[in-house]
């Protein structure tokens, strides 16, 4: 399974985010009713202000705060190099990221978990709302599907069952990966944000899940997980 892709053109990517305000009642009025109304379907009885910790979900209400992003490497064995952009400021991690995908071939695959239903379309709304152009790697408007290179290992799972969802925890369990949810998962990510202030233990979390997936890709393929010495974290949010 998928041995046709050259691993060394792919790029895993994962992203965090977080709500855009530390509470909902730090959310502008108008943004409080249209809040109500895009959430009353999920939300059912539950306050909307109540609710207002899973407005990270929701790129119109929340922001990304971190992008890792991992290649694979050659050498004697396969490895893989991770490096993350984080930031307070969301357009300055958009503009950094960004600035590494314009500089690669825009052939480039990207990669992630769920990343067509969540990661790609997400930094494409915000790119769009902060006012960034695009790289030609998430350009898809007026493609056809089979022209979008987009790798999602969730997808893949499916092998067309499009009803079922399956978790980079799970995955990683079944293929005896080591976990990435050994301190935070995705429902803590605003708590740890807003409240903590720890932006670096979100970014190690996202870089968790970058290893993951690129370790379940591995799995796909019938390949050997990449040993903990051929992986590299690059230092430094630039």
């Excluded at 990517?13 to 895009?38: C, G």
């Excluded at 970058?210 to 903990?228: F, K, S």
Aim: charged share 25%; aromatic share 10%.
């Amino acid at each position: 399974m998928l041995e046709q892709y050259d691993l060394h053109n792919i790029l895993i990517i994962d992203i965090e985010t977080v709500p855009q305000y530390s509470s909902h009642d730090q959310l502008p009025e108008n943004l409080q009713k249209l809040w109500e109304l895009k959430t009353q379907y999920q939300r059912k009885d539950e306050p909307a202000d109540a609710y207002y910790e899973r407005a990270g979900i929701w790129a119109e209400f929340g922001k990304i705060v971190c992008i890792s992003a991992g290649i694979f490497t050659a050498g004697k064995s396969t490895g893989l190099r991770v490096k993350s952009f984080a930031s307070h400021d969301e357009k300055e991690l958009l503009t950094k990221f960004t600035n590494l995908l314009f500089s690669q071939p825009a052939n480039l695959i990207l990669c992630a978990h769920n990343g067509k239903e969540f990661d790609f379309p997400y930094i494409c709304r915000r790119l769009l709302i902060n006012g960034m152009p695009f790289p030609p790697q998430l350009q898809i408007a007026g493609k056809k599907p089979w022209e979008v290179i987009h790798l999602d290992t969730m997808e893949l799972w499916k092998f067309g069952d499009h009803k079922h969802y399956t978790s980079l925890n799970l995955l990683s369990a079944i293929f005896n990966i080591p976990t990435s949810k050994d301190d935070i998962d995705g429902s803590d990510v605003g708590r740890v944000y807003w409240q903590e202030n720890q932006l670096e233990r979100i970014c190690t979390y996202c870089q968790k899940d970058v290893i993951v997936t690129a370790q379940l890709l591995r799995r796909y393929r019938g390949e050997e997980l990449i040993t903990d010495d051929c992986i590299t974290i690059v230092g430094g949010n630039a």
